[in-house]
């Protein structure tokens, strides 16, 4: 469904946030001898809108294996991402960030009404969502040479939500800079991602919200949902048509539904990000075509 489509996009993007603020750390512990005190002086560099917090933390030269657990990230004084524990493995070494990092991520927390998060977390507040809990996997290559940012492996497990699998691939995303890294991976062009969402408790939350406002049984709600797609494909290109097909057999059958964009479309992560409404269902069903991407509901 189109809300469900926009929560996986934030929250794909909130994770690739987080890891684009630790890599750094993880790139001080094999580069330097002194890594406490560097990862010290990183994390005081960082400070402004947002910081790091952190607790113990062990590193094994001979296996590139990092631990550090009770991550903190607030970002405008409010608390906006906790990792209980988090494992780097294959890490191998670049700067400013390392190339090739698989992190394994325990006890996450993502704080939902944060100021960070603007509408989409006061959305997402609504529908009782203050704290999204995760835990999972995501594996990631930066090119020097190539300099395509690629996720191979993205498996994030969010309660009460679903689970998340996928790829992703961002063109033109090196620099010597991280946070330079951090605006090419949302704005370079073309983007390319595929994520599929098994739900486990999102659609039901947003369809049982709606039931609640506007005072409909699930029959109604069931036809208002197939005449709305019909009204709105009628007159849409073939892609369109079959967007629309795919997401009311998610919204009415389904349990799982998969989200592509293809290089093909000429989009960055922000535009595909910004071309989603949450001001109205109308607008969320129009937003597909906006954002061209690709929907295939099981």
Same mark, same amino acid.
């Given at each position: 469904m189109a809300l469900s489509s926009k929560k996986i996009i934030i929250f794909v993007v909130s994770i690739l946030v987080l890891l684009i603020i630790i890599a750094p750390v993880v790139s001080y512990f094999i580069a330097n001898n002194n890594a406490k005190s560097k990862v010290a002086e990183f994390t005081k560099s960082m400070q402004?809108?947002?910081?790091?917090?952190?607790?113990?933390?062990?590193?094994? &030269?001979?296996?590139?294996?990092?631990?550090?657990? #009770?991550?903190?990230?607030?970002?405008d004084n409010e608390k906006a991402l @906790? &990792?209980?524990? !988090?494992? @780097?493995?294959? &890490?191998?070494?670049?700067?400013?960030?390392?190339?090739?990092?698989? !992190? #394994?991520?325990?006890?996450?927390?993502?704080?939902?009404a944060a100021k960070v998060f603007k509408e989409y977390g006061e959305y997402a507040s609504k529908l009782g969502y203050n704290n999204i809990n995760f835990q999972g996997r995501i594996t990631y290559t930066l090119g020097r040479v190539s300099k395509d940012f690629k996720i191979v492996t993205f498996n994030i497990n969010a309660d009460n939500i679903g689970l998340i699998q996928g790829q992703m691939k961002v063109p033109n995303a090196y620099d010597t800079d991280v946070k330079v890294i951090y605006n090419n991976i949302l704005n370079s062009r073309p983007a390319s991602f595929t994520f599929? @969402?098994? #739900?486990?408790?999102?659609?039901?939350?947003?369809?049982?919200?709606?039931?609640? &406002? !506007?005072?409909? #049984?699930?029959?109604?709600?069931?036809?208002?949902?197939?005449? !709305?797609?019909?009204k709105r494909a009628l007159d849409t290109d073939n892609k369109t048509k079959a967007n629309y097909t795919q997401l009311e057999k998610f919204l009415l059958t389904g349990n799982t539904i998969s989200i592509s964009l293809s290089e093909n479309n000429n989009k960055s992560l922000s535009e595909t990000i910004n071309s989603f409404d949450i001001t109205g269902y109308r607008k969320l069903l129009n937003s597909f075509k906006n954002a061209q991407v690709e929907l295939v509901a099981k």
């Amino acid at each position: 469904m189109a809300l469900s489509s926009k929560k996986i996009i934030i929250f794909v993007v909130s994770i690739l946030v987080l890891l684009i603020i630790i890599a750094p750390v993880v790139s001080y512990f094999i580069a330097n001898n002194n890594a406490k005190s560097k990862v010290a002086e990183f994390t005081k560099s960082m400070q402004g809108a947002c910081s790091i917090q952190y607790g113990d933390v062990s590193y094994n &030269i001979i296996n590139r294996h990092l631990k550090i657990s #009770d991550i903190n990230v607030s970002c405008d004084n409010e608390k906006a991402l @906790f &990792i209980k524990e !988090a494992e @780097f493995n294959h &890490i191998v070494s670049g700067i400013p960030v390392p190339l090739n990092v698989q !992190a #394994d991520l325990k006890g996450g927390t993502v704080y939902t009404a944060a100021k960070v998060f603007k509408e989409y977390g006061e959305y997402a507040s609504k529908l009782g969502y203050n704290n999204i809990n995760f835990q999972g996997r995501i594996t990631y290559t930066l090119g020097r040479v190539s300099k395509d940012f690629k996720i191979v492996t993205f498996n994030i497990n969010a309660d009460n939500i679903g689970l998340i699998q996928g790829q992703m691939k961002v063109p033109n995303a090196y620099d010597t800079d991280v946070k330079v890294i951090y605006n090419n991976i949302l704005n370079s062009r073309p983007a390319s991602f595929t994520f599929d @969402f098994s #739900d486990k408790g999102l659609k039901n939350t947003v369809i049982s919200k709606f039931m609640q &406002i !506007a005072e409909l #049984d699930n029959n109604t709600i069931d036809e208002k949902i197939k005449n !709305a797609v019909y009204k709105r494909a009628l007159d849409t290109d073939n892609k369109t048509k079959a967007n629309y097909t795919q997401l009311e057999k998610f919204l009415l059958t389904g349990n799982t539904i998969s989200i592509s964009l293809s290089e093909n479309n000429n989009k960055s992560l922000s535009e595909t990000i910004n071309s989603f409404d949450i001001t109205g269902y109308r607008k969320l069903l129009n937003s597909f075509k906006n954002a061209q991407v690709e929907l295939v509901a099981k």
